[in-house]
Structure formats: structure tokens, C-alpha cells
């Protein structure tokens, strides 16, 4: 690794190269940019300069240069832990999730110290890889290091539990936990609604409720999709005042209003969707999407077309393949032959 002259960089340098390294996340960051910063910050021989490297690193792996990140770790030959966890960061950020958790291996095998961000990392890999036994393997890791005791850990592990299909361990972690936040909560709620117990979900917002949680606009989310899964509209009606009590009105809160439309769409209470999705200050492709498939489920072929064709005309949002497979089963249903050949010309 090139070496600054005396060692050491001045504060000046360190304070130059730094900026220089953010410029390029003010405009649109691509691979040339990131050569250009890297070669400028050999040239002022800023690369044995820890905090410099990580943030070139982290760089290269925002504009998906992950080979570049690699190289630059490799070369560095005292590590610190802030440098082991952005090259973990950039695995993740770039879907190699399998190594994410190699250099956690890595890291035990060469005696580097670790610290409870890394098991964070790795937990949220393997959540996407769905791994339970090495889920299990962190879990233990994280008692026998002593760093269960970091929330966000304990809300990353149970929410890992749920995504791995195994509901009970993260209940069994939840009720061990000695701080819950917001965060806990939801965790669980939407591990059991995911994993097909929206009875769960609901019991746990009441209880919730009853240790004084305050629910935000995640918890109203999944306890109103729950209600909608149950078929139980007026429980849904009953959540969705708590949440305009609370002041998580679906005016602004997109996700709050999208469990709302399917809601009362499944309920054939499309007039209420209808009002809920005019409502919206901001409309996602989710809002669209959920709207035109409850007009559709209802008979109402041409009321979700008009939709489908104010969607088009808006500029915030583009129909995607579920817009389009939603109609398609619209027509089909209601044998509606142009429309649907229009749609498979789309």
C-alpha cells in the first residue's frame, strides 16, 4: 500500500481528498468518476489513510465497480473493523451475500475483532438468503460474544428468524429481549403475517398497545393488511381510526393507504378504496396497482380501464408487468378479446 510522505497525511490533505471523494455522489456516481477520485487520491498518497480507503471502497461499490472494491480491500494489510464492515456492506449492496458471510469467517479466522454492526451485516444476508442454520450459527456467535444486548442486533435476528419461515424462534428472542422498541414490534408482527398468521399479528398490535407502544405507520401497514387477509373490515375501519388518531394520516403515509385500498377493496367497499386513493397526496405503483386489480376483482372492468388510463397519463408512475397481468385477467374474465390483445401488444 502507497505510503504518504513521514506516514502521515496533513490535515489539509486529508480534508481535500475527502471532498473529493464526495463530489462524486452530487452528481449521478459511475465508474469513471470513482477511477478519477482513486487515481487523485494516489497521487496526493491518501491510500494509507484508512478512513480515505473505506470511503473509496464504498464508493466503487455504489457505481457496481465490486471488483475495484475487492482489489482495494485486498491491498490493505492492517484492517480495521470500519474497513471489514464497508467491504461487507459493499457485498451486500452488490447481492453477493454468500461472501458477506465469508468475511465474517474471515475476520474469526484471522483473530480480527468484530463488532456488533458486522453480525448486523451478516444477519441481513443471510435474511436475504434465507439460511436458517447460519442464522442460528450468528445468533449463537452474538450470545457468546455479548453483543445480544445491541437492539438493533436482537431486531435484525428476529426479524432473520421470521424471513427464514421460523416464526417461534423469533417470538422465543422477542419475549427474551430486555428493550423493545417500535422497531421489535414490527418485526414480529410482520414475521407472522408474512409467514401466514395474521391472528398473530393482530394479537401482538393489542398487546402492543398494552405495554404503551406507540404504533407507527409500519405497525398500521401490516395490522390493517392482517385484517384485510382475515376478511375482518370493520377491525381494519377500527386501525385505520387509530391511525388518524394517531396522526399517521393515509394522506401522507403511502403505505398505510395501500393496505387501506385493499382493505376495502376486498371487502367490495371500493367506493371507500376509491376515496382513500383520492386522498393521496403522493401514489406509488403499488397504490395504482392495488386500485385497478380491486376494481377488477369487483366486476368493475371499466372503471379499473379508466384508472389504467389516468395511470398512463401520469408522469410520477409507468405501468409495470403486474399492472398489465392484473387487466389481462380482466379481460379474460369478462371476455373481453381487443382490450386484451392491446394489452399483449403492450
Keep these: 500500500m502507497p505510503q504518504p510522505a513521514g506516514g502521515r497525511l496533513g490535515d489539509a490533505t486529508i480534508v481535500r481528498v475527502s471532498r473529493l471523494l464526495k463530489l462524486p455522489t452530487a452528481v449521478t456516481p459511475n465508474a469513471l468518476t470513482a477511477r478519477t477520485a482513486h487515481g487523485l487520491a494516489i497521487k496526493v498518497g491518501a491510500l494509507g489513510h484508512l478512513?480515505?480507503?473505506?470511503?473509496?471502497?464504498?464508493?466503487?461499490?455504489?457505481?457496481?465497480?465490486?471488483?475495484?472494491?475487492?482489489?482495494?480491500?485486498?491491498?490493505?494489510?492492517?484492517?480495521?473493523?470500519?474497513?471489514?464492515?464497508?467491504?461487507?456492506?459493499?457485498?451486500?449492496?452488490?447481492?453477493?451475500?454468500?461472501?458477506?458471510?465469508?468475511?465474517?469467517m474471515k475476520m474469526i479466522e484471522v483473530g480480527h475483532g468484530f463488532d456488533s454492526t458486522t453480525l448486523l451485516l451478516v444477519v441481513s444476508s443471510i435474511s436475504y438468503l434465507k439460511n436458517l442454520s447460519s442464522g442460528m450459527n450468528i445468533h449463537g456467535l452474538s450470545i457468546k460474544s455479548?453483543?445480544?444486548?445491541?437492539?438493533?442486533?436482537?431486531n435484525s435476528i428476529v426479524d432473520m428468524y421470521a424471513k427464514c419461515g421460523d416464526v417461534s424462534s423469533s417470538e422465543c428472542l422477542f419475549r427474551e429481549m430486555k428493550y423493545r422498541d417500535v422497531v421489535s414490534w414490527n418485526s414480529l408482527m410482520?414475521?407472522?403475517?408474512?409467514?401466514?398468521?395474521?391472528?398473530?399479528?393482530?394479537?401482538?398490535?393489542?398487546?402492543?398497545?398494552?405495554?404503551?407502544?406507540?404504533?407507527?405507520?409500519?405497525?398500521?401497514?401490516?395490522?390493517?393488511?392482517?385484517?384485510?387477509?382475515?376478511?375482518?373490515?370493520?377491525?381494519?375501519?377500527?386501525?385505520?381510526?387509530?391511525?388518524?388518531?394517531?396522526?399517521?394520516?393515509?394522506?401522507?403515509h403511502i403505505s398505510v393507504a395501500n393496505s387501506l385500498i385493499s382493505l376495502y377493496s376486498q371487502a367490495a367497499d371500493?367506493?371507500?378504496?376509491?376515496?382513500?386513493?383520492?386522498?393521496?397526496?403522493?401514489?406509488?405503483?403499488?397504490?395504482?396497482?392495488?386500485?385497478?386489480?380491486?376494481?377488477?376483482?369487483?366486476?368493475?372492468?371499466?372503471?379499473?380501464?379508466y384508472r389504467f388510463h389516468e395511470m398512463q397519463l401520469s408522469e410520477a408512475v409507468h405501468p409495470d408487468l403486474v399492472t398489465i397481468a392484473s387487466l389481462i385477467s380482466v379481460c379474460a374474465k369478462s371476455l373481453l378479446l381487443i382490450e386484451g390483445r392491446t394489452l399483449h401488444d403492450m
Excluded at 491491498?75 to 451475500?97: H, P, Q, R, Y
Excluded at 455479548?146 to 436482537?154: E, F, I, R, T, V
Excluded at 376515496?275 to 379499473?304: C, H, P, Q, Y
Design 51 to 104: 478512513p480515505i480507503v473505506t470511503s473509496l471502497l464504498t464508493l466503487y461499490s455504489k457505481v457496481a465497480y465490486f471488483g475495484a472494491s475487492l482489489a482495494l480491500f485486498d491491498e490493505v494489510n492492517e484492517k480495521d473493523v470500519i474497513l471489514w464492515n464497508a467491504m461487507i456492506t459493499a457485498s451486500i449492496g452488490n447481492c453477493c451475500f454468500s461472501h458477506a458471510m465469508e468475511l465474517l
Design 146 to 154: 455479548g453483543m445480544l444486548s445491541d437492539p438493533n442486533l436482537c
Design 190 to 252: 410482520t414475521g407472522f403475517l408474512r409467514n401466514g398468521y395474521p391472528e398473530m399479528t393482530l394479537r401482538y398490535l393489542r398487546e402492543m398497545a398494552h405495554f404503551g407502544e406507540v404504533a407507527d405507520d409500519t405497525t398500521l401497514s401490516c395490522a390493517i393488511s392482517a385484517s384485510a387477509s382475515l376478511g375482518w373490515k370493520s377491525y381494519g375501519e377500527a386501525i385505520h381510526a387509530l391511525g388518524l388518531k394517531l396522526g399517521y394520516d393515509h394522506v401522507w
Design 270 to 305: 371500493t367506493g371507500a378504496a376509491e376515496a382513500v386513493f383520492s386522498e393521496m397526496r403522493s401514489k406509488d405503483i403499488v397504490s395504482w396497482n392495488t386500485l385497478i386489480d380491486g376494481f377488477g376483482s369487483n366486476g368493475m372492468v371499466w372503471e379499473a380501464f
